[in-house]
Structure formats: C-alpha cells, structure tokens
C-alpha cells in the first residue's frame, strides 16, 4: 500500500513537472498533450476530499433508503441517527452489511462513522450505509477506491420496487379469476 501511496505521488509530480516543462501554446483552446501519454488509456486519478474537520461525506442509496456518511480516523465507532450501531440495526446481518467496505479495504476498526439514515426499511438503510461508506473511504484515500469498486459497492444499486398499475392486484398481479 505505501508503495501505491510513493507511486501516486510520484505521478502528480510527474505531472507537475511535466506541465512546467510543456511550452506555452499560442491556441488556448488546445491544451498541450504529451504524445508519450496519448495511446496510453491511464486510468484516472481521484483526489482527496475532505472538510476542515478532516471528515469525508458521502450520500449512499439502496431502494428507497438514503443515508448521509461522515467518514473521520478513529476506534471504529459507528453512530446511526444518533444510535449506537447495535442499536439501530439489531439484526448481526445488517451490521456486517454495514461493515463490509472496511474489511475489503483492511481498515476494520480505524474510522469513526457518523450517519443519519431515512427512508425505507431497515436492509434498505443498511444497504445505504453500506454504500455511502464506501463512496467515503473512496473520498478520503483514493488508493481503497479500487478494492472498493471490484467488491461493487462503490455502484448504486438500481432496484427498486416497481410501482402498483391500476387494473391489477399488485405491480404485476392479477386478481382472482372467477368463471362465474
């Protein structure tokens, strides 16, 4: 990891020196391109974002459950509308849920998270967690964004309950057929 970290910051310097050696060009429409770097697709590169408190914030969504994320250093204290994890999600399926980024970016225990959580129902909420604390960790060190991304929780997941229609049951049930 300490070398992703050297490489990365090798890089912006790379890129810093390169900027500084590029002469000035006369059209300010065309910005000025290594040739080296055109066939290469390099993949892009993700800055930091933090507020002055050094928190990361996040917004995860899983069906109709949104949740705001506040990622800071810490013991691994997680707060849900000011509830203790345990508390709000009783269930332990939900709170591994909720804990899987850190075990799939090797950070268990080193991060407080602070969220408040509405909409929805309660596997919806912890899928909402789930996602906004990865999308957090991914703001506050983008080296975790790519575990983060291949374990697929860094991408919304788009179901949702499809709506009643008018002459059925449910969504997509009929009532009960009768002969006479």
Known sequence: MAEEIKSLEGLKDAVAANAAAAPASTDAAAPAVDPS???????PVYEQKRDELGRSYATGKRKDAIARVWVKPGTGKITVNGREVEKYFARPVLRMVINQPFTVA???GQFD?????KGGGLSGQAGAVRHGISKALAHYDPVMRPALKKAGFITRDPRVVERKKYGKAKARRSFQFSKR
């Not at 770097?37 to 993949?43: D, I, Q, S």
């Not at 998270?113 to 959580?117: D, I, K, L, S």
């Open 37 to 43: 770097l055109a066939n290469n697709e390099a993949a």
């Open 106 to 108: 090797n950070v268990a």
């Open 113 to 117: 998270v602070m969220c408040t959580v």
